[in-house]
């Protein structure tokens, strides 16, 4: 990534780190702007930072940030190299609960301004709240995952499930939610490996 790049998102990352736009200002320990690796290739949306996340400043540290970590990693995938997340909203809600309306369109500009910036050529959207987001449907995550969706700048995005709900379902069983998930990454790769 060209330092110009760099420099626009290290710009927007301050903004955020004082915004004051809605209530979650109040409660916050730290804002969670992003994690991994800011490329051109990768961005994956999930919901709201947890309590790990709110403590550390990073996304996905938590439990789930952990099943995140394995399930990238049994296709190569590392946050390291090849992953930019972030999160729909970026300020923890109180106890967890589902961000509101105002939540989102009040944050919404970090994360339309992280993908202006980077221009990712494929978009995870991980869990309900960030499909809410990004598509404009009522379906239900379970109909929508693993099928591709034109985003902005002609990228492709993903719904995928989250990881929290993958801890809630544990069989490996043909056509259970873990062995769904591995589908979907498994073509998320194969998409990602004929990228330029
Ligand atoms: N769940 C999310 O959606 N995002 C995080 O950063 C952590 C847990």
């Given amino acids: 990534m060209s330092n110009e790049l760099e420099k626009q998102l290290e710009e927007i990352k301050q903004k955020c780190q004082t915004c004051t736009k809605c209530g979650l200002c109040k409660t916050r320990t730290n804002t969670v702007f992003s994690g991994g690796t800011a490329n051109n290739k990768l961005m994956l949306i999930g919901e709201a930072p947890g309590y790990y996340e709110d403590q550390q400043g990073i996304p996905f540290v938590g439990k789930a940030g952990q099943l995140l970590d394995k399930i990238l990693g049994c296709v190569g995938l590392t946050r390291e190299k090849d992953i930019y997340i972030c999160n729909t909203i970026k300020c923890r809600p109180p106890n967890n609960r589902d ?93 990602y490996d004929m990228l330029e």
């Avoid at 960030?130 to 929508?144: H, P, R, W």
């Fill in 99 to 191: 961000p509101l309306l105002e939540e989102k369109l009040a944050c919404r500009e970090y994360l339309d301004a992280q993908i202006e910036i980077l221009k990712p050529r494929i978009i995870l959207l991980c869990g309900k709240v960030a499909v809410n987001s990004m598509l404009n449907t009522t379906q239900g995550i379970t109909k929508l995952r693993g099928k591709w969706f034109e985003g902005p700048n002609y990228c492709k995005m993903m719904p995928i499930f989250h990881p929290s709900y993958l801890l809630r379902n544990d069989s490996r069983e043909k056509g259970s939610p873990k062995w769904l998930m591995w589908q979907d990454i498994k073509e998320v790769k194969k998409v």
